[in-house]
Structure formats: structure tokens, C-alpha cells
Antibody
Framework: QVQLVQSGAEVKKPGASVKVSCKASGYTFTTYAMHWVRQAPGQRLEWVAWINADNGNTKNSQKFQGRVTITRDTSASTAYMELSSLRSEDTAVYFC????????????????WGQGTLVTVSS | EIVLTQSPGTLSLSPGEGATLSCRASQSVSSSYLAWYQQKPGQAPRLLIYGASSRATGIPDRFSGSGSGTDFTLTISRLEPEDFAVYYCQQYGSSVVFGQGTKLEIK
């Protein structure tokens, strides 16, 4: 069965960076795009970025331009999201989410999600 | 960017009743690229409906989606105790945007 397992909670100081991992299993990693979505406390879900797990191409929301880096390690079936220059407003649960359809490199619905990683930014 | 507005903010109903949740877009959603998710506290969202009206794998048929253009509806017939949660709509025709959610609570 498809599973996305994320790394554990992080506490960071303002200005620092955080890197969250998402290990996929139960399907061929390179045939699906992997997206990252965050949810600040009490807020709506917010799309962050995605990666084509096959060729490594990425796209991110303009809101995170210059601060977010998405990578993947195909040998480990793992995607990574690194967010830099952290500020208090970045405190949120970060989810990885798999696109509904294989080879869908547009904007998709998401049928599998990781369990979420809480990133807390506090001095 | 398309803005999604969900209503009502909170819906109080009893098990066995039917629920109607609304999602309105600020612009037309292309090709009915509209999805609905259920989220329970401390959990990731769960895909219920995609393409405005297609049920995701394993979703009971008491969940149904309808609508097009700017107005979409999630209908839950005969509420079960496990249906009480927060529901989000998402458009994915142009970028990815979520609504602010509707909390479905037990009356």
C-alpha cells in the first residue's frame, strides 16, 4: 500500500533553515509528482511547491520564491523540502502529498498524504 | 489567483441527517478541477471527491459532489459519527488553492 512517511518535528530560530523529508513506498517513486502543502495553526491549507520525481524539475508558489528548495533522492524514494530564512509565520505543519495520477505534472488533486511535520519557529 | 470561499463556516447537525457544504470560486474553475477533502484533528486531509463529482477510491457513496463554473457542493447523506470533521475544497485548474474550510460538528 502507498505510504508517505515524513521526518519528525523541528524547532528552529528565526533566520534558520529547516529540511523536511518524505519517504515514499508502495509505488514507483519516479512516476508521480510530489507536492508540499502547509497548514499554519487554525489556517487553511496552502500549497508550497512540487517536484517531478523523475527529472527533478520543480515549481513553487511565488510566496516562497527564493526561500524554498525541493529535491529528491530516487535511490531512497525520498523527497525533501528545505525552507530558509524562517520567520514566525512559517510555523505550520508541512505535508508532502502525492498527485492523484501518474505523470501528472500540472496542478493535481492529492490522494496520498504524509502524516505531517510540525515546524515551529521561535526565538 | 482564484479565491475559494466555503459556507457555512460551521454546520451543526445530528447523525442520520444530511449535510450540504458550499464552495464558491472568485473565477470559473476550469474543467471542473475541484476537489473536496475531509480532515480530522491531528490528521492529514483525505481526498473525497475530485473532478467536482468523482468519488476517490474507497469513499462511501453517501458522499457526492456537484457543481461547475464557480459554484460547487459537497453533499453527505445520512451522516455517520465518523463524518464530523473539517471539510476543505481545493481548485487545481490554475495553481492550487484551498478554501478556508467548513467545520461539521455534532449538534
Amino acid at each position: 500500500q502507498v505510504q508517505l512517511v515524513q521526518s519528525g518535528a523541528e524547532v528552529k530560530k528565526p533566520g534558520a533553515s529547516v529540511k523536511v523529508s518524505c519517504k515514499a513506498s508502495g509505488y514507483t517513486f519516479t512516476t508521480y509528482a510530489m507536492h508540499w502543502v502547509r497548514q499554519a495553526p487554525g489556517q487553511r491549507l496552502e500549497w508550497v511547491a512540487w517536484i517531478n520525481a523523475d527529472n527533478g524539475n520543480t515549481k513553487n508558489s511565488q510566496k516562497f520564491q527564493g526561500r524554498v528548495t525541493i529535491t529528491r533522492d530516487t535511490s531512497a524514494s525520498t523527497a525533501y523540502m528545505e525552507l530558509s530564512s524562517l520567520r514566525s509565520e512559517d510555523t505550520a505543519v508541512y505535508f508532502c502529498a502525492r498527485a492523484l495520477r501518474a505523470y501528472d505534472y500540472t496542478n493535481p488533486a492529492f490522494n496520498y498524504w504524509g502524516q505531517g511535520t510540525l515546524v515551529t519557529v521561535s526565538s | 489567483e482564484i479565491v475559494l470561499t466555503q459556507s457555512p463556516g460551521t454546520l451543526s447537525l445530528s447523525p442520520g441527517e444530511g449535510a450540504t457544504l458550499s464552495c464558491r470560486a472568485s473565477q470559473s474553475v476550469s474543467s471542473s478541477y475541484l476537489a473536496w477533502y475531509q480532515q480530522k484533528p491531528g490528521q492529514a486531509p483525505r481526498l473525497l471527491i475530485y473532478g467536482a463529482s468523482s468519488r476517490a477510491t474507497g469513499i462511501p457513496d453517501r458522499f457526492s459532489g456537484s457543481g461547475s463554473g464557480t459554484d460547487f457542493t459537497l453533499t453527505i447523506s445520512r451522516l455517520e459519527p465518523e463524518d464530523f470533521a473539517v471539510y476543505y475544497c481545493q481548485q487545481y485548474g490554475s495553481s492550487v488553492v484551498f478554501g478556508q474550510g467548513t467545520k461539521l460538528e455534532i449538534k
